[in-house]
């Protein structure tokens, strides 16, 4: 577990761990020099599950990725669970995932479906892996499936609902050259670096709950804008079979971003990167739609206007 400046969150996080109904668990918190009281709570749990929870506090700021590699070198457990110190893990995650992955020395990753809530108003907003707007789940030979978790451009799994064996993680674990979103080359190395029998698994229910509020890193996309394309870099470099998969996920990448553009009122560059999207093979009727709003705004108007009545 990751932590920064979540004093409010770490509470319950800990909490929806140690109530896990698997027992044989061993939490390892890391927290990066923060600067509220998060360190104290922290504190207060270790003192009173002693067997149970590392901590351990870094005496300056190291980040996101840094800090990762800070509580994976600490782990010890056959196989690791990643979670931030303001997720929520659902009592049978744990035992649910090793079980899965006992039954089958093979399985090298096992993940599952998550709900993403409102914190302020514990709504769901929405789920990772089922609904019209998820990327479907995939499951079978690990070098098949990392194919679409590098296309996915990271839709595929969510950090949090990933559980690894140890031994398949790289040495170096997670790329300092990614400084925020590491996750999605970890787990492209993981499966990519795997033997061809080495298999995932999808489990289809939620297990645990990304908490959704105004200081998540998600919301901060001017912060990690490089390291989808620093990832998809990397892995070209390591991994050429993977070079199909690379393109796709670029391509992708642009539409959302052409999007975005438009979105935020910068039409020339939004539909620039629609247009590269097009050349290169995305080939969706949506394309066209946005290419249209970013000639002529007006037509999304009248269309929320439509939606409205």
Not at 33 to 44: F, L, N, Q, R
Not at 283 to 306: A, D, E, G, Q, T
């Amino acid at each position: 577990m990751i932590a920064y400046n979540q004093e409010k969150f770490i509470g319950p996080a800990l909490e929806s761990v140690l109530n896990q109904t698997y027992d044989n668990i061993e939490v390892v918190v890391g927290d990066d020099c923060s600067s509220d009281g998060t360190w104290d709570v922290i504190c207060e749990y270790k003192a009173r599950f002693p067997g149970k929870i590392v901590a351990f506090r870094n005496e300056r700021n190291l980040g996101i990725t840094a800090n990762s590699n800070e509580v994976l070198r600490r782990c010890r457990g056959k196989y690791v669970a990643h979670m931030g110190g303001d997720d929520l893990f659902l009592p049978e995650k744990i035992a649910k995932q090793v079980a899965a992955m006992e039954a089958d020395e093979r399985i090298v990753l096992c993940y599952h479906d998550i709900e993403v809530f409102q914190s302020e108003t514990n709504e769901t907003i929405c789920f990772k892996s089922s609904g019209s707007k998820s990327y479907p789940p995939k499951s079978g030979f690990a070098h098949a499936v990392v194919k679409h978790v590098v296309e996915s451009g990271n839709m595929l799994m969510a950090a949090m609902s990933v559980m690894v064996r140890r031994d398949a993680i790289p040495e170096h674990g997670y790329d300092y050259r990614v400084p925020y979103a590491s996750d999605w080359l970890m787990w492209i190395e993981v499966l990519a670096g795997s033997d061809a029998n080495a298999r995932v698994v999808f489990l289809p229910e939620v297990l645990a709950r990304y908490r959704r509020h105004e200081n998540n890193i998600t919301n901060r996309s001017n912060v990690y804008r490089a390291d989808p394309y620093v990832t998809l870099a990397i892995t070209e470099a390591k991994y050429p079979w993977l070079v199909p998969a690379v393109r796709k996920a670029i391509v992708r990448m642009r539409y959302s971003r052409g999007i975005n553009y438009i979105l935020a009122g910068d039409a020339s560059i939004g539909r620039l990167l629609l247009l590269e999207s097009l050349r290169c093979g995305w080939v969706s009727p949506k394309i066209f739609y946005w290419l249209l709003v970013s000639y002529f705004p007006w037509v999304r108007r009248r269309n929320k206007l439509m939606e409205g009545k």
